[in-house]
């Protein structure tokens, strides 16, 4: 079973800066895409950013210019580089991943906290 854990999250003031970790409990390589998404109380879940294999990325226009995706293949780890964080910003982020062989299968994070307040 894929497991997918996360952590960094906390409490900042805005404008500060969080890292996000995202670890997987097996090779990332066998995931096509994995991503970040947020929910914050009262709103739909929302896709942050994700990337691919190929190293392709893709950003929500909210977090563009902020938020970085990257990934350590050798650690099987995702991370969300968040800068200059803005109130709205707070939310439960969720690790996600999609492996496709045939068939899609996803797989989610138990989530991690932000809170940006002063």
């Known amino acids: 079973q894929v497991q997918l854990v996360e952590s960094g999250g906390g409490l900042v003031q805005p404008g500060g800066s969080l890292r996000l970790s995202c670890a997987a409990s097996?090779?990332?390589?066998?995931?096509?895409?994995m991503g970040w998404y947020r929910q914050a109380p009262g709103k739909e879940r929302e896709l942050v950013a994700n990337?691919?294999?190929?190293?392709?990325?893709n950003y929500a226009d909210s977090v563009k210019g902020r938020f970085t995706i990257s990934r350590d293949n050798a650690k099987n780890t995702v991370y969300l580089q968040m800068n200059s964080l803005k109130p709205e910003d707070t939310a439960v982020y969720y690790c996600?991943?999609?492996?496709?062989?045939?068939?899609?299968?996803?797989?989610w994070g138990q989530g991690t906290h932000v809170t940006v307040s002063s």
């Open positions: 097996r090779s990332i390589f066998n995931f096509n895409i």
């Open positions: 990337i691919t294999i190929g190293g392709g990325t």
């Open positions: 996600n991943a999609l492996r496709q062989i045939g068939i899609k299968v996803l797989y």
